[in-house]
């Protein structure tokens, strides 16, 4: 059984500029879950996905878009990348949902 | 609003000591509440959860002591070990499918 996992690691990007950020959820899982940490924060929610279909969003703007794949893999899409974009973010993914198992995380910095 | 309010931000326990942390909530349907444990440069590991429906959970050197009527809850760390050091976050979620609203962390610090 493999944990979750996230790439890339770590990624620069200029202002205006798009990402995409994956994540691969743990063996079995069904569920995959978006947070943005900033520097010395707690995880803020971004959104949630079940079974291909979102189920639940934070408070984030349109521009922050996400996609779950049938192999329950996901990709969170940030737009229009703004200097407070810079964050580490993180993926969970779970069975049962309170028992959120989180990936390592994928540093972003906006320049 | 800040749902779940964790204190202190910041902690020293010698080696041997116990580690005390503190979070309140607001939202009385929280109904699970995990701490989760998090060194730099990997994600938050889950350390030990409890629901309301008991007052107290412990496992290993870890326990949660969980007070619903004053909407808190804290983590106590015995025997507190230098590879206990790292950022520390309570949480709070309601019902199962549901999101996790943090605190924003304590880092300890177990001197040797």
């Known amino acids: 059984e493999t944990g979750v996992t996230q790439s890339p690691t770590h990624l620069i990007k200029t202002r205006g500029q798009q990402v995409t950020l994956r994540c691969s959820s743990q063996?079995?899982?069904?569920?995959v879950s978006w947070y943005q940490q900033a520097l010395g924060q707690g995880p803020q929610f971004i959104f949630q996905?079940?079974?291909?279909?979102?189920?639940g969003r934070g408070n984030f703007p349109p521009r922050f878009s996400g996609l779950q794949f049938p192999n329950y893999s996901s990709e969170l899409n940030v737009n229009a990348l703004e200097l407070d974009d810079s964050a580490l973010y993180l993926c969970a993914s779970s069975l049962v949902m309170e028992e959120q198992f989180f990936g390592p995380g994928t540093r972003l910095t906006v320049l | 609003q800040q749902q779940v309010k964790q204190s202190p931000q910041s902690l020293i326990v010698q080696k041997g000591g116990i580690s005390i942390i503190n979070c309140a909530y607001e939202n009385t349907a929280f109904d699970y509440f995990p701490w989760y444990q998090q060194f730099p440069g990997k994600g938050p590991a889950l350390l030990i959860a409890i629901r309301p429906d008991v007052s107290e959970k412990k496992e290993g050197r870890f326990t949660i002591s969980f007070n619903k009527s004053a909407k808190q809850f804290s983590l106590h760390i015995m025997d507190s070990q230098p590879g206990d050091s790292a950022t520390y976050f309570c949480a709070a979620s309601i019902g199962g499918y549901s999101t996790l609203t943090f605190g924003k962390g304590t880092m300890l610090l177990v001197s040797p």
């Open positions: 996905y079940y079974r291909e279909e979102e189920n």
């Open positions: 063996s079995g899982h069904n569920t």
